[in-house]
């Protein structure tokens, strides 16, 4: 590409312009499942009312009840999360050059719940129900976030070490995540045999991954992290490209890349701690949202980012429509659904991987 004139080459305004679409055509559609999501359910609301109740305009007490109390944060939540998790897992795939790279895959949710169920059961960070709806009411989030950001950065720490030690090659990292969450899931399953009925109960209901659970206290906080963590990534949406054309071209170009690599896996961790102490562990989204956004407009990241921000958004957004429509009225975890979806697509990468 060359400037002509000083003049933008009409090719890539066109390039530039068929991202943005579809990136603007992601956020129009995020919009629409939203309004769609919060119509359906077990008492099933009409698309018009929704969004007459969403403006303000009054429509009826119960749908006023349903709609504002225990709909639009299970949606909101579902989005939040699906962003986060998403948009950490693109960054996790640029900084360590890894296309399997995640917060899933690399064991940092593991080390994350592992953090938050010790936070509940330990150190007094929540209480406990028996049942899938209050199967964990977090009242301290300031520690239990602290804790799982604790233990999920202590995993991110080895995950890079190992690498350096071995080469940041996809089959070490995995190989060392799937060591990692072992060991977590090993001390998860330590917590769970001291507790007592009611705990045991709790903890095996959070490890499902719902969206349900969280509260509108809840949901402020996650979205403020994700908020502040995503506005990070995009800021640095010119190193990421950078680093993916090497370290030593990075550095040409005057790119701190061991900086850019320890703060994206800091603010990954602690956006991925954030989301798993709350709905607990949510697999795949951060694996297979960025292949998805990827293979549609590119691995540009100043496209790839936002891109993958409200394709996360999007598709937990459906897939906990879904789970909740399903076994209606029963309501099915999402975390079974991202997993049904999301095993496939690991080990389709797999497979491409070795006839490379």
Not at 68 to 74: A, G
Not at 79 to 100: D, F
Not at 108 to 116: K, N, P, Q, R
Not at 159 to 180: D, F, H, N, Q
Request: glycine share 12%; hydrophobic share 55%.
């Amino acid at each position: 590409m060359h400037f002509s004139d000083g003049q933008v080459p009409a090719e890539y305004r066109r390039y530039i312009g068929v991202k943005l679409v579809v990136v603007c055509l992601t956020g129009g559609l995020l919009a629409a499942a939203l309004v769609v999501s919060i119509s359906l359910g077990a008492a099933n609301i009409p698309v018009a009312d929704v969004a007459r109740t969403l403006m303000g305009w009054a429509v009826s007490k119960r749908f006023d009840v349903i709609v504002w109390n225990i709909r639009l944060p299970q949606a909101l939540a579902s989005i939040v999360a699906g962003a986060g998790l998403a948009v950490a897992g693109a960054v996790m795939q640029s900084i360590l050059r890894n296309p399997l790279g995640s917060p899933f895959t690399l064991g940092i949710s593991h080390a994350a719940a592992f953090g938050a169920a010790l936070s509940v059961m330990v150190l007094g960070g929540g209480i406990m129900g028996s049942s899938n709806a209050d199967a964990v009411n977090v009242t301290n989030p300031y520690l239990t976030t602290g804790v799982a950001f604790v233990f999920s950065l202590a995993a991110a720490g080895v995950i890079v070490g190992v690498s350096r030690l071995r080469g940041s090659s996809p089959e070490i990292m995995i190989l060392t995540g799937v060591a990692l969450g072992a060991l977590f899931t090993a001390g998860t399953m330590f917590l769970q045999f001291f507790a007592d009925d009611v705990q045991l109960a709790a903890m095996v209901f959070w490890t499902f991954g719902d969206t349900a659970r969280a509260s509108w206290t809840e949901l402020g906080v996650m979205a403020g992290v994700t908020l502040v963590t995503s506005l990070y990534f995009l800021a640095n949406g010119w190193n990421y490209n950078a680093i993916d054309a090497g370290d030593e071209t990075a550095q040409g170009l005057g790119v701190r890349v061991d900086r850019v690599r320890l703060f994206g896996m800091l603010l990954a961790s602690l956006l991925t701690a954030v989301v798993i102490a709350f709905l607990g562990i949510i697999g795949f989204v951060g694996l297979v949202v960025p292949h998805m956004v990827r293979r549609v407009i590119g691995s540009d990241h100043r496209f790839l980012l936002p891109g993958s921000i409200l394709a996360g958004g999007l598709l937990l957004l459906v897939s906990d429509t879904a789970a909740r429509l399903v076994l209606a009225p029963h309501m099915l975890p999402v975390s079974v659904l991202t997993a049904f979806m999301g095993a496939p697509v690991f080990i389709y990468l797999i497979i491409r991987g070795q006839r490379r």
